[in-house]
Structure formats: C-alpha cells, structure tokens
C-alpha cells in the first residue's frame, strides 16, 4: 500500500500544480527584454474614447412674471412655523392663554405687514 492518499493521485504533477510565492513575485532578471504580448492582447494602447458632452438645455419661454421667482414668502413661513413652535412653549407655559395668544398674533402681524409692503401691482 502507498503512502499517498487516493483523493491525491495525480494532484502533484507540475501542471496541475498552483505556482508558488516565489513564483508569483519573481522579478525579471535586470537588463532583460519585455516579453511579447500575449495571444489576443493589443500590441499598442487603444485610445481612449471622447467625453460625452450633454447637450445644452433648450431655452424655456417663460412669462416676465415667472422669470423672478420670489422665495421669501416661503422661506417667511417656514421661518414663522419654526420661530412659532418653541415661542408657543414658552409663552404658553409661562403666562398661558394670554401669553399664547401673544405670541400667535406677533407672528401674524409679521406675516400681515410682510404680504402687505411685497404686494404684486
């Protein structure tokens, strides 16, 4: 009887045989020539392919009113929403109904004189 196992006849060979560390990171001796390219391979670089370039955006016709879009009517009640939620806490909790409702028509009045002075003619 041998001494190898069955499950390995034949798995030792040199051409089933994986290469090893060495054989892996070998150096090519100095001063050699590059080898040839392999079957299949390019001997030179390919170019490299253009950019792509989106094309610009068609000009839109808009009306002279929509050319201007003014946001500070929607960043004036995001700010109210945002100022009046911890300004009700408070003023509610200190002098409650009456400091609530303080509060609640400041952030109108704000609101009132701010719609009234922007005024579309």
Same mark, same amino acid.
């Given at each position: 009887?041998?001494?190898? *196992? %069955?499950?390995? #006849? ?5 051409? @089933?045989?994986?290469? =090893?560390?060495?054989? /892996? ?31 610009? *955006? %068609?000009?839109? #016709? ?5 050319? @201007?879009?003014?946001? =500070?009517?929607?960043? /004036? ?42 005024? @579309?003619?």
């Amino acid at each position: 009887m041998s001494s190898v *196992p %069955a499950y390995a #006849d034949g798995v030792t060979t040199s051409e @089933r045989r994986e290469p =090893t560390n060495d054989q /892996l990171w070998a150096q090519p001796p100095v001063g050699a020539a590059p080898a040839a390219p392999g079957q299949g391979l390019a001997p030179y670089a390919s170019p490299a392919p253009a950019p792509y370039i989106p094309p610009a *955006p %068609a000009a839109l #016709d808009l009306p002279a009113h929509a050319a @201007r879009c003014d946001r =500070t009517q929607f960043v /004036l009640a995001i700010v109210s929403l945002g100022v009046g939620v911890p300004l009700t806490g408070i003023g509610a909790g200190v002098s409650g109904l009456p400091g609530l409702l303080v509060v609640w028509i400041g952030i109108v009045l704000v609101n009132l004189v701010y719609g009234w002075t922007h005024r @579309r003619p």
